[in-house]
């Protein structure tokens, strides 16, 4: 006998199921065999996981430590190579306000820099051609009572190998004698260049500017500091209110199983 002939509707229906079937067969094979590449090429994943293998590779060459003794007396002394660079600028820093050789022209985009590093006296002086050199018994002067003071505005330079007059140098706007010009190196001299030189009414002057720019100075950090300390305070203060508040009103919303306030209450 021969079959039943499909209608129309139901040849369609048997397509479509047909169709679907297939669909999912190569959807099955994709999945446990994957898509063929042309050879020479690489995915874009592949050469995703190349690159984090080869920079996971370059990661670990320079996290191996050295095992030579060299190398761990080295680290030893140095925890950081960054750290020892900015030590290296600081240090670079406070010669350049300790040194008065050292100062730039315009001192008074720096002065307040200076005055608060403030007269150093180096002890550790180098010898001229003729073997000769500094002596620190000049940083003290002899007074007629015969007590002893002490010359703060007496530095000496170790990259010039000579001495200047710190208040002069920063404050003497018409500068007359060596140490306030280009500093002086006569040690032979020296005691008759330092008496004409305290007794000269620029350098009477440049002290009584020093002193007053330091009172000025260090009210003015004073000041500063108070500001910041009632400032601290405030903000400590109102803080305190509103975490007083914020737990009020968590109290409150937990009573009325409210748990809308937990993400506010995390950034404090």
């Known amino acids: 006998m021969d079959p039943k002939k499909l209608s129309g509707a139901q040849s369609q229906k048997r397509r479509v199921l ?17 898509t063929p590449t042309p050879s020479g090429l690489q995915t874009t994943e592949e050469k995703d996981e190349e690159s984090c293998s080869s920079q996971s590779d370059v990661h ?14 080295e680290d030893s002394n ?23 050789a050292l100062w730039p022209k315009l001192i008074s985009k720096n002065i ?9 006296q180096d002890v550790d002086f180098k010898k001229d051609a003729y073997n000769r050199h500094f002596s620190s018994a000049f940083y003290k002067r002899k007074l007629d009572s015969g007590e002893e003071q ?7 330079s170790s ?10 140098k920063l404050f003497d706007k018409n500068p007359k004698t060596s140490l306030a010009l280009g500093g002086s190196d006569d040690w032979t001299h020296m005691s008759n260049i330092l008496q004409s030189h305290e007794t000269s009414s620029g350098h009477f002057t ?3 500017m020093w002193t007053e720019t330091q009172l000025r100075w260090k009210s003015k950090h004073a000041i500063d500091q108070n500001y910041q300390y009632l400032m601290s ?25 409210i748990d809308f306030l937990q993400p506010i209450m995390d950034i404090f």
């Open 159 to 168: 990259s010039a190998n000579k001495v200047f007059c710190f208040s002069c």
């Open 60 to 73: 670990l060459k320079l996290s191996e430590p050295s095992t030579s003794k060299t190398s761990l007396e």
């Open 150 to 156: 002490t010359r703060r505005w007496f530095v000496y």
């Open 18 to 34: 047909k169709d679907l079937e297939d669909q999912k067969s190569a959807g099955v094979i994709k999945k446990y065999f994957g």
């Open 206 to 208: 440049a002290q009584q």
């Open 112 to 120: 307040d820099s200076i005055l608060d590093v403030g007269p150093v």
């Open 233 to 257: 305070r405030e903000r400590r203060h109102w803080r305190s209110v509103m975490e007083r508040l914020l737990h009020i009103v968590q109290f409150l919303a937990e009573a009325l199983q």
């Open 78 to 100: 140095t925890p950081s190579g960054s750290v020892a660079f900015d030590e290296t600028i600081s240090t670079c820093e406070n010669s350049a306000f300790t040194d008065p």
